[in-house]
Protein backbone atom coordinates (compact mmCIF):
# COMPACT_ATOMS: atom_id res chain seq x y z
CA UNK A 1 0.00 0.00 0.00
CA UNK A 2 1.37 3.57 -0.54
CA UNK A 3 1.94 5.73 2.10
CA UNK A 4 1.52 9.51 2.62
CA UNK A 5 5.27 10.00 2.22
CA UNK A 6 5.40 7.96 -1.05
CA UNK A 7 2.67 9.77 -2.59
CA UNK A 8 3.74 13.34 -1.97
CA UNK A 9 7.53 12.27 -3.31
CA UNK A 10 5.76 10.96 -6.39
CA UNK A 11 3.53 14.19 -6.90
CA UNK A 12 6.83 16.12 -6.25
CA UNK A 13 8.29 14.28 -9.25
CA UNK A 14 5.54 14.26 -11.23
CA UNK A 15 3.61 17.83 -10.30
CA UNK A 16 4.29 19.13 -13.99
CA UNK A 17 2.38 16.27 -15.81
CA UNK A 18 -0.38 16.04 -13.21
CA UNK A 19 -1.01 19.73 -13.29
CA UNK A 20 -0.72 19.80 -17.21
CA UNK A 21 -3.15 16.62 -17.43
CA UNK A 22 -5.85 18.46 -15.36
CA UNK A 23 -5.57 21.46 -17.07
CA UNK A 24 -5.48 19.50 -20.29
CA UNK A 25 -9.16 18.02 -19.00
CA UNK A 26 -10.55 21.30 -18.20
CA UNK A 27 -10.04 22.46 -21.61
CA UNK A 28 -11.95 19.58 -23.66
CA UNK A 29 -14.10 19.94 -20.90
CA UNK A 30 -14.61 23.21 -21.56
CA UNK A 31 -14.97 22.85 -25.56
CA UNK A 32 -17.50 20.63 -25.10
CA UNK A 33 -19.86 22.38 -22.74
CA UNK A 34 -19.57 20.12 -19.70
CA UNK A 35 -19.64 21.57 -16.80
CA UNK A 36 -20.45 18.36 -14.31
CA UNK A 37 -22.75 20.15 -12.49
CA UNK A 38 -20.18 22.88 -11.21
CA UNK A 39 -21.06 26.92 -11.17
CA UNK A 40 -18.25 27.47 -13.17
CA UNK A 41 -16.71 26.55 -16.86
CA UNK A 42 -13.92 23.87 -16.54
CA UNK A 43 -12.05 26.21 -18.20
CA UNK A 44 -10.69 27.33 -15.09
CA UNK A 45 -8.98 24.34 -13.89
CA UNK A 46 -6.32 25.46 -16.47
CA UNK A 47 -6.81 29.24 -15.90
CA UNK A 48 -5.48 28.09 -12.43
CA UNK A 49 -3.07 25.26 -12.92
CA UNK A 50 -1.39 26.21 -16.13
CA UNK A 51 -1.89 30.37 -16.48
CA UNK A 52 -1.07 31.43 -12.84
CA UNK A 53 2.41 29.69 -12.98
CA UNK A 54 3.30 31.49 -16.19
CA UNK A 55 1.66 35.08 -14.86
CA UNK A 56 3.82 34.28 -11.73
CA UNK A 57 6.62 33.70 -13.56
CA UNK A 58 6.15 36.80 -15.84
CA UNK A 59 5.61 38.86 -13.29
CA UNK A 60 8.85 37.63 -11.00
CA UNK A 61 11.30 37.93 -14.21
CA UNK A 62 9.72 41.82 -14.63
CA UNK A 63 10.29 42.53 -11.12
CA UNK A 64 13.54 41.13 -9.97
CA UNK A 65 15.58 41.42 -13.67
CA UNK A 66 12.98 43.53 -15.73
CA UNK A 67 13.70 40.35 -18.09
CA UNK A 68 11.40 40.21 -20.91
CA UNK A 69 9.62 37.25 -22.27
CA UNK A 70 7.25 35.88 -24.38
CA UNK A 71 5.56 34.88 -20.63
CA UNK A 72 4.62 38.68 -20.68
CA UNK A 73 2.31 38.96 -23.84
CA UNK A 74 0.87 35.49 -22.51
CA UNK A 75 0.30 36.44 -19.10
CA UNK A 76 -1.35 39.42 -20.58
CA UNK A 77 -3.30 38.42 -23.19
CA UNK A 78 -4.92 35.95 -20.17
CA UNK A 79 -5.69 38.11 -17.89
CA UNK A 80 -7.67 40.07 -20.63
CA UNK A 81 -9.44 36.92 -22.08
CA UNK A 82 -10.67 36.42 -18.06
CA UNK A 83 -11.75 40.03 -17.82
CA UNK A 84 -14.03 39.69 -20.87
CA UNK A 85 -14.82 36.41 -19.88
CA UNK A 86 -13.44 34.17 -22.71
CA UNK A 87 -12.48 31.86 -19.82
CA UNK A 88 -11.97 29.42 -23.00
CA UNK A 89 -9.49 31.11 -24.48
CA UNK A 90 -7.96 31.98 -21.80
CA UNK A 91 -7.67 28.18 -20.79
CA UNK A 92 -6.31 27.13 -24.38
CA UNK A 93 -3.67 29.66 -24.54
CA UNK A 94 -2.26 28.57 -21.04
CA UNK A 95 -2.45 24.45 -21.55
CA UNK A 96 -0.40 25.38 -25.08
CA UNK A 97 2.06 26.84 -23.70
CA UNK A 98 2.50 24.80 -20.67
CA UNK A 99 2.52 21.79 -23.20
CA UNK A 100 5.13 23.76 -25.43
CA UNK A 101 7.35 24.70 -21.77
CA UNK A 102 6.87 20.42 -20.49
CA UNK A 103 8.04 19.32 -24.10
CA UNK A 104 11.12 21.47 -24.01
CA UNK A 105 11.89 19.96 -20.39
CA UNK A 106 11.84 16.25 -21.98
CA UNK A 107 14.44 17.50 -24.71
CA UNK A 108 17.07 18.78 -22.01
CA UNK A 109 18.60 16.26 -20.20
CA UNK A 110 20.42 17.13 -16.74
CA UNK A 111 24.18 16.58 -17.27
CA UNK A 112 25.99 14.15 -14.86
CA UNK A 113 28.90 14.80 -13.02
CA UNK A 114 31.97 12.09 -14.18
CA UNK A 115 34.84 14.18 -11.90
CA UNK A 116 34.17 11.56 -9.18
CA UNK A 117 35.16 8.50 -11.88
CA UNK A 118 38.34 10.48 -12.74
CA UNK A 119 39.30 11.25 -9.41
CA UNK A 120 39.05 7.18 -8.90
CA UNK A 121 41.88 6.77 -11.24
CA UNK A 122 44.38 8.82 -8.69
CA UNK A 123 46.15 6.61 -6.87
CA UNK A 124 45.77 7.19 -2.92
CA UNK A 125 49.19 5.86 -1.76
CA UNK A 126 52.29 5.38 -3.13
CA UNK A 127 55.43 2.63 -2.18
CA UNK A 128 58.19 5.30 -1.10
CA UNK A 129 61.93 3.74 -1.09
CA UNK A 130 64.03 5.30 1.34
CA UNK A 131 67.33 4.12 3.31
CA UNK A 132 66.50 0.81 1.31
CA UNK A 133 62.82 0.72 2.90
CA UNK A 134 59.22 0.85 1.74
CA UNK A 135 56.91 2.86 3.08
CA UNK A 136 53.32 3.10 1.83
CA UNK A 137 52.56 7.06 2.26
CA UNK A 138 49.55 9.00 1.01
CA UNK A 139 50.05 9.71 -2.33
CA UNK A 140 49.73 13.59 -2.07
CA UNK A 141 52.87 13.98 0.29
CA UNK A 142 54.91 12.56 -2.31
CA UNK A 143 57.43 15.37 -3.10
CA UNK A 144 59.99 15.67 -6.65
CA UNK A 145 63.05 13.77 -6.37
CA UNK A 146 61.42 10.86 -4.19
CA UNK A 147 62.03 7.27 -5.46
CA UNK A 148 58.97 5.04 -5.78
CA UNK A 149 58.46 1.39 -6.39
CA UNK A 150 55.69 0.08 -8.13
CA UNK A 151 54.67 -3.25 -8.38
CA UNK A 152 53.27 -5.12 -11.19
CA UNK A 153 49.19 -4.15 -11.94
CA UNK A 154 49.62 -0.86 -9.70
CA UNK A 155 48.04 2.42 -11.13
CA UNK A 156 51.52 4.90 -11.33
CA UNK A 157 51.17 7.56 -8.35
CA UNK A 158 52.79 10.21 -9.59
CA UNK A 159 54.86 11.35 -13.20
CA UNK A 160 58.45 10.43 -13.17
CA UNK A 161 61.23 8.50 -14.61
CA UNK A 162 62.58 5.18 -14.90
CA UNK A 163 65.78 4.68 -12.85
CA UNK A 164 65.72 0.94 -12.53
CA UNK A 165 63.79 -2.39 -14.03
CA UNK A 166 61.64 -2.69 -17.15
CA UNK A 167 57.94 -3.17 -17.85
CA UNK A 168 55.15 -2.46 -19.97
CA UNK A 169 52.53 0.62 -19.24
CA UNK A 170 49.17 0.84 -20.64
CA UNK A 171 49.07 4.64 -20.95
CA UNK A 172 45.52 4.62 -22.92
CA UNK A 173 44.40 6.79 -20.04
CA UNK A 174 46.34 9.75 -20.90
CA UNK A 175 47.23 9.16 -24.73
CA UNK A 176 44.34 6.88 -26.03
CA UNK A 177 47.22 4.49 -27.56
CA UNK A 178 45.66 0.77 -28.31
CA UNK A 179 48.70 -0.79 -27.26
CA UNK A 180 50.82 -0.90 -24.33
CA UNK A 181 54.39 0.92 -24.03
CA UNK A 182 57.34 -0.84 -22.96
CA UNK A 183 59.34 1.02 -20.39
CA UNK A 184 63.19 0.98 -19.51
CA UNK A 185 65.49 3.11 -17.46
CA UNK A 186 65.50 6.71 -18.65
CA UNK A 187 62.13 6.45 -19.65
CA UNK A 188 59.13 8.85 -18.45
CA UNK A 189 55.87 7.10 -16.92
CA UNK A 190 52.99 9.38 -15.87
CA UNK A 191 50.64 8.90 -13.48
CA UNK A 192 46.98 7.12 -13.27
CA UNK A 193 48.17 4.79 -16.08
CA UNK A 194 48.70 0.89 -14.83
CA UNK A 195 51.81 -1.14 -14.48
CA UNK A 196 51.26 -4.17 -16.76
CA UNK A 197 54.37 -6.66 -15.58
CA UNK A 198 57.51 -6.22 -14.48
CA UNK A 199 58.10 -4.18 -10.93
CA UNK A 200 60.51 -0.63 -11.23
CA UNK A 201 61.98 2.00 -8.92
CA UNK A 202 60.99 5.52 -10.45
CA UNK A 203 61.77 9.58 -9.19
CA UNK A 204 59.18 11.80 -9.23
CA UNK A 205 59.39 14.46 -11.31
CA UNK A 206 55.87 16.13 -10.82
CA UNK A 207 53.53 15.37 -7.97
CA UNK A 208 50.46 16.56 -6.69
CA UNK A 209 48.35 19.10 -8.52
CA UNK A 210 50.97 19.00 -11.09
CA UNK A 211 50.69 15.28 -11.51
CA UNK A 212 49.25 14.12 -15.53
CA UNK A 213 46.19 12.72 -13.80
CA UNK A 214 45.40 16.01 -11.62
CA UNK A 215 45.92 18.12 -14.36
CA UNK A 216 43.00 16.35 -16.68
CA UNK A 217 40.56 16.59 -13.57
CA UNK A 218 41.53 20.20 -13.63
CA UNK A 219 41.11 20.45 -17.47
CA UNK A 220 37.69 18.64 -17.36
CA UNK A 221 36.47 21.17 -14.45
CA UNK A 222 37.26 24.00 -16.15
CA UNK A 223 36.35 23.10 -19.78
CA UNK A 224 32.64 22.11 -18.24
CA UNK A 225 30.10 24.23 -20.33
CA UNK A 226 27.11 23.53 -18.34
CA UNK A 227 23.31 22.58 -19.47
CA UNK A 228 22.13 25.60 -21.19
CA UNK A 229 18.34 25.24 -21.61
CA UNK A 230 16.86 25.68 -25.51
CA UNK A 231 15.96 29.59 -25.89
CA UNK A 232 12.99 29.23 -28.03
CA UNK A 233 12.98 31.84 -31.01
CA UNK A 234 9.81 33.03 -29.00
CA UNK A 235 12.10 34.06 -25.97
CA UNK A 236 14.58 36.09 -28.66
CA UNK A 237 12.08 38.19 -29.85
CA UNK A 238 9.98 38.46 -26.86
CA UNK A 239 10.35 42.44 -26.54
CA UNK A 240 9.38 43.12 -29.80
CA UNK A 241 6.42 40.80 -29.85
CA UNK A 242 5.16 42.33 -26.82
CA UNK A 243 5.85 45.77 -27.90
CA UNK A 244 3.77 45.20 -31.52
CA UNK A 245 0.86 43.39 -29.77
CA UNK A 246 0.41 46.03 -27.20
CA UNK A 247 0.70 49.17 -29.86
CA UNK A 248 -1.72 46.81 -32.39
CA UNK A 249 -3.81 45.86 -29.87
CA UNK A 250 -4.35 49.73 -27.82
CA UNK A 251 -4.25 51.11 -31.61
CA UNK A 252 -7.28 48.61 -32.76
CA UNK A 253 -9.36 49.58 -29.78
CA UNK A 254 -8.47 53.63 -30.03
CA UNK A 255 -9.84 53.20 -33.71
CA UNK A 256 -12.85 50.42 -33.21
CA UNK A 257 -13.82 50.96 -29.66
CA UNK A 258 -14.22 47.64 -29.25
CA UNK A 259 -12.34 45.76 -26.84
CA UNK A 260 -12.84 42.61 -27.95
CA UNK A 261 -10.81 42.87 -30.86
CA UNK A 262 -8.17 44.28 -28.72
CA UNK A 263 -8.40 40.94 -26.72
CA UNK A 264 -8.26 38.58 -29.70
CA UNK A 265 -5.18 40.86 -30.66
CA UNK A 266 -3.71 39.30 -27.92
CA UNK A 267 -4.83 36.30 -28.28
CA UNK A 268 -3.61 35.26 -31.32
CA UNK A 269 -0.26 37.68 -31.16
CA UNK A 270 0.36 34.85 -28.29
CA UNK A 271 3.62 32.89 -29.65
CA UNK A 272 1.89 29.20 -28.93
CA UNK A 273 2.67 27.84 -32.61
CA UNK A 274 6.58 29.67 -32.19
CA UNK A 275 7.17 27.79 -28.78
CA UNK A 276 6.38 24.43 -30.02
CA UNK A 277 7.93 25.25 -32.81
CA UNK A 278 11.70 23.78 -31.50
CA UNK A 279 11.25 21.43 -29.13
CA UNK A 280 8.76 19.29 -30.97
CA UNK A 281 10.91 19.01 -34.09
CA UNK A 282 13.78 18.54 -31.58
CA UNK A 283 11.86 15.93 -29.64
CA UNK A 284 11.15 14.19 -33.30
CA UNK A 285 14.64 14.33 -34.15
CA UNK A 286 16.25 12.43 -30.72
CA UNK A 287 13.44 9.89 -30.98
CA UNK A 288 14.77 9.29 -34.52
CA UNK A 289 18.96 9.52 -33.33
CA UNK A 290 17.71 7.29 -30.28
CA UNK A 291 16.36 4.39 -33.53
CA UNK A 292 20.06 4.58 -34.65
CA UNK A 293 21.95 4.53 -31.85
CA UNK A 294 22.42 8.00 -30.56
CA UNK A 295 21.85 8.60 -27.05
CA UNK A 296 21.12 12.53 -26.34
CA UNK A 297 21.91 13.71 -23.31
CA UNK A 298 21.53 17.48 -24.16
CA UNK A 299 18.40 18.50 -26.01
CA UNK A 300 20.04 21.68 -27.32
CA UNK A 301 23.31 19.83 -28.75
CA UNK A 302 20.84 19.28 -31.63
CA UNK A 303 20.62 22.24 -32.53
CA UNK A 304 24.72 23.11 -32.25
CA UNK A 305 25.45 19.64 -33.88
CA UNK A 306 23.79 21.29 -37.36
CA UNK A 307 26.02 23.97 -37.24
CA UNK A 308 28.96 21.69 -36.95
CA UNK A 309 31.56 22.23 -39.98
CA UNK A 310 34.12 20.16 -38.36
CA UNK A 311 34.74 16.80 -36.73
CA UNK A 312 37.44 15.89 -34.82
CA UNK A 313 38.14 11.87 -33.84
CA UNK A 314 39.75 10.04 -32.00
CA UNK A 315 41.65 7.51 -33.68
CA UNK A 316 41.72 4.57 -31.54
CA UNK A 317 38.08 2.85 -30.40
CA UNK A 318 36.37 5.44 -32.75
CA UNK A 319 37.77 4.92 -37.06
CA UNK A 320 39.41 1.70 -35.10
CA UNK A 321 38.24 -1.13 -33.70
CA UNK A 322 40.37 -0.29 -30.28
CA UNK A 323 42.20 -3.61 -30.25
CA UNK A 324 45.56 -5.25 -31.14
CA UNK A 325 44.48 -8.16 -34.03
CA UNK A 326 46.73 -10.59 -35.98
CA UNK A 327 47.40 -8.97 -39.44
CA UNK A 328 49.93 -11.17 -41.23
CA UNK A 329 51.87 -14.25 -40.22
CA UNK A 330 55.14 -14.65 -42.18
CA UNK A 331 57.14 -17.29 -42.07
CA UNK A 332 61.14 -16.89 -43.02
CA UNK A 333 62.40 -20.24 -42.18
CA UNK A 334 61.41 -23.90 -42.66
CA UNK A 335 57.88 -23.56 -41.25
CA UNK A 336 54.64 -22.89 -42.89
CA UNK A 337 52.91 -19.80 -42.14
CA UNK A 338 50.16 -21.83 -40.29
CA UNK A 339 52.83 -23.70 -38.37
CA UNK A 340 54.74 -20.29 -37.45
CA UNK A 341 51.48 -18.95 -36.04
CA UNK A 342 50.37 -22.41 -33.89
CA UNK A 343 53.64 -22.09 -32.79
CA UNK A 344 53.90 -18.44 -31.60
CA UNK A 345 50.29 -18.94 -29.83
CA UNK A 346 51.17 -21.87 -28.15
CA UNK A 347 53.97 -20.04 -26.10
CA UNK A 348 51.60 -16.75 -25.74
CA UNK A 349 49.19 -18.99 -23.84
CA UNK A 350 51.12 -17.86 -20.79
CA UNK A 351 51.67 -13.80 -21.91
CA UNK A 352 49.81 -11.38 -20.16
CA UNK A 353 50.93 -9.07 -22.32
CA UNK A 354 47.86 -7.28 -24.68
CA UNK A 355 49.44 -8.23 -27.50
CA UNK A 356 50.15 -11.76 -26.71
CA UNK A 357 47.11 -12.79 -25.78
CA UNK A 358 45.11 -10.98 -29.23
CA UNK A 359 47.89 -13.85 -30.94
CA UNK A 360 45.98 -16.47 -28.68
CA UNK A 361 42.34 -14.91 -29.00
CA UNK A 362 42.86 -14.73 -33.33
CA UNK A 363 44.36 -18.13 -33.46
CA UNK A 364 41.89 -19.76 -31.41
CA UNK A 365 39.12 -18.12 -33.33
CA UNK A 366 39.93 -19.03 -36.77
CA UNK A 367 41.79 -22.68 -36.05
CA UNK A 368 40.65 -25.66 -35.16
CA UNK A 369 44.16 -27.43 -34.27
CA UNK A 370 44.80 -27.25 -30.87
CA UNK A 371 47.90 -25.40 -29.20
CA UNK A 372 51.02 -26.93 -28.28
CA UNK A 373 52.34 -27.75 -24.57
CA UNK A 374 54.70 -25.48 -23.28
CA UNK A 375 56.60 -25.38 -20.52
CA UNK A 376 59.53 -23.45 -18.73
CA UNK A 377 57.97 -20.16 -20.07
CA UNK A 378 60.45 -17.02 -18.61
CA UNK A 379 58.64 -13.25 -19.20
CA UNK A 380 61.66 -10.62 -20.54
CA UNK A 381 59.11 -7.77 -19.38
CA UNK A 382 60.18 -4.58 -22.26
CA UNK A 383 61.00 -7.37 -24.70
CA UNK A 384 58.93 -10.77 -24.99
CA UNK A 385 59.65 -14.34 -23.48
CA UNK A 386 60.95 -17.59 -24.00
CA UNK A 387 59.69 -21.43 -23.59
CA UNK A 388 60.66 -24.62 -24.06
CA UNK A 389 57.88 -27.17 -26.38
CA UNK A 390 56.46 -30.34 -25.23
CA UNK A 391 58.96 -30.42 -22.35
CA UNK A 392 62.28 -30.83 -24.51
CA UNK A 393 64.39 -28.35 -23.03
CA UNK A 394 66.90 -29.01 -26.06
CA UNK A 395 63.91 -26.68 -27.98
CA UNK A 396 64.16 -23.32 -27.15
CA UNK A 397 61.65 -20.80 -28.52
CA UNK A 398 61.81 -16.89 -28.15
CA UNK A 399 59.09 -14.32 -29.49
CA UNK A 400 59.76 -10.93 -28.76
CA UNK A 401 60.73 -7.14 -30.27
CA UNK A 402 63.79 -6.80 -32.18
CA UNK A 403 65.37 -6.24 -29.12
CA UNK A 404 64.93 -9.69 -27.70
CA UNK A 405 66.56 -11.35 -30.59
CA UNK A 406 69.25 -8.83 -30.58
CA UNK A 407 69.93 -9.64 -26.83
CA UNK A 408 69.46 -13.32 -27.69
CA UNK A 409 72.04 -13.76 -30.89
CA UNK A 410 69.10 -14.37 -33.09
CA UNK A 411 70.40 -12.52 -36.25
CA UNK A 412 67.33 -11.40 -38.75
CA UNK A 413 68.08 -10.75 -42.47
CA UNK A 414 68.19 -6.83 -43.84
CA UNK A 415 65.04 -8.28 -46.27
CA UNK A 416 63.07 -9.21 -43.03
CA UNK A 417 64.43 -6.44 -41.56
CA UNK A 418 63.03 -4.22 -44.58
CA UNK A 419 59.15 -6.57 -44.84
CA UNK A 420 58.83 -5.98 -41.30
CA UNK A 421 59.37 -2.24 -41.40
CA UNK A 422 56.62 -1.83 -44.21
CA UNK A 423 53.97 -3.57 -41.60
CA UNK A 424 56.14 -0.70 -38.65
CA UNK A 425 54.97 1.90 -41.34
CA UNK A 426 51.27 0.93 -41.03
CA UNK A 427 51.47 1.59 -36.96
CA UNK A 428 51.75 -2.00 -36.37
CA UNK A 429 53.91 -3.75 -33.40
CA UNK A 430 55.71 -6.81 -34.74
CA UNK A 431 56.90 -10.12 -32.66
CA UNK A 432 59.46 -11.90 -34.10
CA UNK A 433 59.73 -15.80 -33.85
CA UNK A 434 63.19 -17.99 -33.38
CA UNK A 435 63.76 -21.49 -32.90
CA UNK A 436 66.90 -22.39 -31.52
CA UNK A 437 67.99 -18.90 -31.75
CA UNK A 438 66.99 -19.18 -35.89
CA UNK A 439 64.73 -16.72 -37.09
CA UNK A 440 61.76 -18.31 -38.43
CA UNK A 441 59.60 -15.57 -39.02
CA UNK A 442 57.22 -12.60 -37.48
CA UNK A 443 53.53 -11.66 -36.48
CA UNK A 444 52.39 -8.27 -37.26
CA UNK A 445 49.37 -6.89 -34.99
CA UNK A 446 48.14 -3.65 -36.10
CA UNK A 447 44.28 -2.36 -34.69
CA UNK A 448 42.39 -2.27 -37.27
CA UNK A 449 40.29 0.61 -38.77
CA UNK A 450 36.69 -0.44 -38.93
CA UNK A 451 35.77 -1.38 -42.41
CA UNK A 452 32.76 1.77 -42.84
CA UNK A 453 35.43 4.67 -41.69
CA UNK A 454 36.54 5.45 -45.52
CA UNK A 455 32.37 5.67 -45.93
CA UNK A 456 32.28 7.70 -42.71
CA UNK A 457 34.43 10.34 -43.87
CA UNK A 458 33.63 10.85 -47.23
CA UNK A 459 29.84 11.43 -46.01
CA UNK A 460 31.19 14.02 -43.65
CA UNK A 461 32.74 15.33 -46.71
CA UNK A 462 29.64 15.65 -48.62
CA UNK A 463 28.04 17.24 -46.46
CA UNK A 464 30.29 19.70 -46.20
CA UNK A 465 31.92 19.04 -42.78
CA UNK A 466 35.91 18.19 -42.45
CA UNK A 467 37.29 15.21 -40.51
CA UNK A 468 40.19 16.08 -38.32
CA UNK A 469 41.94 13.07 -36.28
CA UNK A 470 43.40 14.05 -33.17
CA UNK A 471 45.28 10.90 -31.68
CA UNK A 472 47.51 10.01 -29.12
CA UNK A 473 49.73 7.40 -31.44
CA UNK A 474 52.72 8.66 -33.29
CA UNK A 475 53.30 10.23 -36.08
CA UNK A 476 53.58 7.00 -38.67
CA UNK A 477 50.59 5.64 -37.49
CA UNK A 478 48.34 8.35 -37.71
CA UNK A 479 49.41 9.22 -41.05
CA UNK A 480 49.12 5.72 -42.51
CA UNK A 481 45.78 5.45 -41.14
CA UNK A 482 44.45 9.39 -42.29
CA UNK A 483 45.65 8.50 -45.62
CA UNK A 484 43.60 5.27 -45.62
CA UNK A 485 40.51 7.05 -44.91
CA UNK A 486 41.43 10.29 -46.81
CA UNK A 487 41.91 12.16 -44.21
CA UNK A 488 44.15 15.70 -45.14
CA UNK A 489 44.16 17.10 -41.07
CA UNK A 490 45.84 15.13 -38.87
CA UNK A 491 47.70 16.16 -35.14
CA UNK A 492 49.30 12.86 -33.81
CA UNK A 493 51.26 12.83 -30.42
CA UNK A 494 48.01 14.27 -28.38
CA UNK A 495 48.09 14.52 -25.09
CA UNK A 496 45.17 15.56 -23.23
CA UNK A 497 45.48 19.13 -23.01
CA UNK A 498 47.40 19.04 -26.75
CA UNK A 499 43.93 17.51 -28.14
CA UNK A 500 41.56 20.46 -26.21
CA UNK A 501 43.79 23.10 -27.33
CA UNK A 502 43.57 22.05 -30.86
CA UNK A 503 39.40 22.19 -30.48
CA UNK A 504 40.17 25.54 -28.82
CA UNK A 505 42.15 26.31 -31.98
CA UNK A 506 39.39 25.73 -34.39
CA UNK A 507 37.33 27.30 -32.39
CA UNK A 508 39.02 30.92 -32.70
CA UNK A 509 39.44 30.12 -36.16
CA UNK A 510 35.46 30.59 -36.08
CA UNK A 511 34.98 26.50 -36.98
CA UNK A 512 32.34 24.91 -34.96
CA UNK A 513 33.45 21.47 -33.44
CA UNK A 514 32.88 18.19 -32.91
CA UNK A 515 34.56 15.57 -30.96
CA UNK A 516 34.25 11.67 -31.27
CA UNK A 517 36.05 9.93 -28.55
CA UNK A 518 36.24 6.75 -26.03
CA UNK A 519 38.94 7.37 -23.72
CA UNK A 520 39.35 9.66 -20.19
CA UNK A 521 42.28 10.89 -22.09
CA UNK A 522 39.83 12.58 -24.69
CA UNK A 523 37.11 14.17 -21.76
CA UNK A 524 38.85 17.67 -21.91
CA UNK A 525 38.04 17.44 -25.54
CA UNK A 526 34.67 16.40 -25.51
CA UNK A 527 33.80 18.97 -22.69
CA UNK A 528 35.45 21.98 -25.02
CA UNK A 529 34.06 20.50 -28.21
CA UNK A 530 30.90 22.63 -29.38
CA UNK A 531 29.56 19.09 -29.46
CA UNK A 532 30.94 16.04 -27.62
CA UNK A 533 30.28 12.55 -28.95
CA UNK A 534 31.63 9.57 -27.09
CA UNK A 535 31.49 5.82 -27.68
CA UNK A 536 29.57 4.32 -25.61
CA UNK A 537 30.13 0.35 -26.14
CA UNK A 538 33.67 0.54 -25.10
CA UNK A 539 33.98 4.32 -24.32
CA UNK A 540 35.64 4.67 -20.64
CA UNK A 541 32.61 6.45 -18.38
CA UNK A 542 34.27 9.25 -18.00
CA UNK A 543 34.30 9.88 -22.14
CA UNK A 544 30.56 9.06 -21.87
CA UNK A 545 29.92 11.51 -18.96
CA UNK A 546 32.08 14.44 -20.42
CA UNK A 547 30.05 14.11 -23.80
CA UNK A 548 26.84 15.52 -24.93
CA UNK A 549 25.82 12.82 -26.81
CA UNK A 550 26.30 8.59 -26.72
CA UNK A 551 26.72 6.66 -29.27
CA UNK A 552 25.61 3.54 -27.86
CA UNK A 553 26.56 0.78 -30.45
CA UNK A 554 29.45 1.97 -31.41
CA UNK A 555 28.36 1.86 -34.86
CA UNK A 556 30.50 4.61 -36.50
CA UNK A 557 28.66 3.96 -39.69
CA UNK A 558 25.61 6.17 -38.21
CA UNK A 559 27.54 9.69 -37.58
CA UNK A 560 26.61 10.57 -41.09
CA UNK A 561 23.09 10.35 -40.57
CA UNK A 562 23.31 12.57 -37.41
CA UNK A 563 24.70 14.88 -38.90
CA UNK A 564 22.20 15.04 -41.39
CA UNK A 565 19.19 14.58 -38.94
CA UNK A 566 20.06 17.44 -37.23
CA UNK A 567 20.80 20.17 -40.46
CA UNK A 568 17.04 18.06 -41.82
CA UNK A 569 16.11 19.16 -38.14
CA UNK A 570 17.23 22.37 -38.32
CA UNK A 571 15.29 23.32 -41.75
CA UNK A 572 11.55 21.48 -40.57
CA UNK A 573 12.16 24.06 -37.40
CA UNK A 574 12.63 27.12 -40.11
CA UNK A 575 9.38 25.95 -41.93
CA UNK A 576 7.80 25.63 -38.15
CA UNK A 577 8.60 28.82 -37.38
CA UNK A 578 7.68 30.79 -40.94
CA UNK A 579 4.37 29.16 -40.73
CA UNK A 580 3.28 30.02 -37.69
CA UNK A 581 4.62 33.42 -38.02
CA UNK A 582 2.08 33.45 -41.26
CA UNK A 583 -0.39 32.52 -39.61
CA UNK A 584 -0.37 34.53 -37.10
CA UNK A 585 0.09 37.65 -39.30
CA UNK A 586 -3.09 36.45 -41.36
CA UNK A 587 -5.34 35.89 -37.58
CA UNK A 588 -4.06 39.44 -37.01
CA UNK A 589 -5.43 41.21 -39.35
CA UNK A 590 -8.69 38.83 -38.61
CA UNK A 591 -8.67 39.88 -34.88
CA UNK A 592 -7.89 43.89 -36.36
CA UNK A 593 -10.97 43.81 -38.73
CA UNK A 594 -13.16 42.35 -36.75
CA UNK A 595 -13.94 38.71 -38.14
CA UNK A 596 -12.05 36.39 -35.60
CA UNK A 597 -13.31 36.17 -32.34
CA UNK A 598 -11.34 35.00 -29.30
CA UNK A 599 -12.10 31.72 -29.24
CA UNK A 600 -11.62 31.30 -32.92
CA UNK A 601 -8.38 33.02 -32.01
CA UNK A 602 -7.56 30.46 -29.65
CA UNK A 603 -9.00 27.71 -31.64
CA UNK A 604 -6.77 28.85 -34.64
CA UNK A 605 -4.00 28.62 -32.32
CA UNK A 606 -4.81 24.68 -31.69
CA UNK A 607 -4.65 24.23 -35.20
CA UNK A 608 -1.34 26.13 -35.95
CA UNK A 609 0.38 24.32 -33.14
CA UNK A 610 -1.16 20.95 -34.36
CA UNK A 611 0.17 21.56 -37.60
CA UNK A 612 3.70 22.21 -36.30
CA UNK A 613 3.60 18.98 -34.39
CA UNK A 614 2.61 17.00 -37.28
CA UNK A 615 5.30 18.40 -39.28
CA UNK A 616 7.80 17.92 -36.84
CA UNK A 617 6.92 14.17 -36.16
CA UNK A 618 8.38 13.33 -40.02
CA UNK A 619 11.54 13.71 -38.00
CA UNK A 620 10.83 10.14 -36.46
CA UNK A 621 11.36 8.16 -39.55
CA UNK A 622 13.54 10.30 -41.51
CA UNK A 623 16.51 8.43 -43.15
CA UNK A 624 19.55 9.79 -44.36
CA UNK A 625 20.95 8.56 -47.88
CA UNK A 626 24.91 7.60 -47.64
CA UNK A 627 26.51 9.55 -50.64
CA UNK A 628 29.37 7.22 -50.59
CA UNK A 629 29.55 5.86 -53.46
CA UNK A 630 28.78 9.87 -55.47
CA UNK A 631 31.58 12.04 -56.66
CA UNK A 632 32.54 14.63 -53.42
CA UNK A 633 33.02 18.14 -52.81
CA UNK A 634 35.94 18.12 -49.97
CA UNK A 635 35.44 21.18 -47.72
CA UNK A 636 38.59 23.72 -49.03
CA UNK A 637 39.96 25.57 -46.25
CA UNK A 638 42.75 26.28 -43.58
CA UNK A 639 42.27 24.05 -40.44
CA UNK A 640 45.67 23.07 -38.55
CA UNK A 641 49.04 21.98 -40.45
CA UNK A 642 49.57 18.84 -40.50
CA UNK A 643 51.97 17.31 -37.74
Not at 91 to 99: K, P, V
Not at 204 to 218: N, P, W, Y
Not at 538 to 565: C, K, R, T, W, Y
Request: aromatic fraction near 4%.
Amino acid sequence: MVTWNEAKEWFADHSEQVTLAIGGIGVVLSLAGIRLGLPFDLAWLAIIFNGLPIVWGAAEAMYKEFDVKADLLVSLALIAAVVIGEYFAAAEIAFIMQLGAMLEDFTVSKAQAGIERLVKLTPTTARVVRNDKEQVVPADIVEVGDVIRVLPGEIIPVDGTIRMGTTSVDQSVMTGESMPVDKVVGDDVFSGTVNQFGAFDMEATKAGEDSSIQRMIKLVKETDPGNAKIVSLADRWATWIVVMALLTAVGTYVVTGEMIRAVTILVVFCPCALVLATPAAIMAAISNASKHGFLVRRGHIMEELAKVDTITFDKTGTLTHGRPQVTAVTSVGSMTDDDLYRLVASIEQKSEHPLGKAIVSDYTSHHEAPLATVEDVTIVPGKGLEASMNGESSTRVLAGNAAMMNVSGVTIPDSVKADAASYLGRGASIIYVAVNNILEGFVALADRVRSESRDVVDDLHSLNVTPVLLTGDHGTTAQHIAKRLNMSHVIADCLPEDKMNTVSTLQQQDHVVAMVGDGVNDAPALKKADVGIAMGGMGSDIAVEASDIVLVNDMIAEMPHMVALSKHMMRTIKINLSFALILNGIAIILAMIGTLSPVWGALVHNGGSLLVVLNSALLLSWKYKSNSDEDRNPYVGKLVSNQ
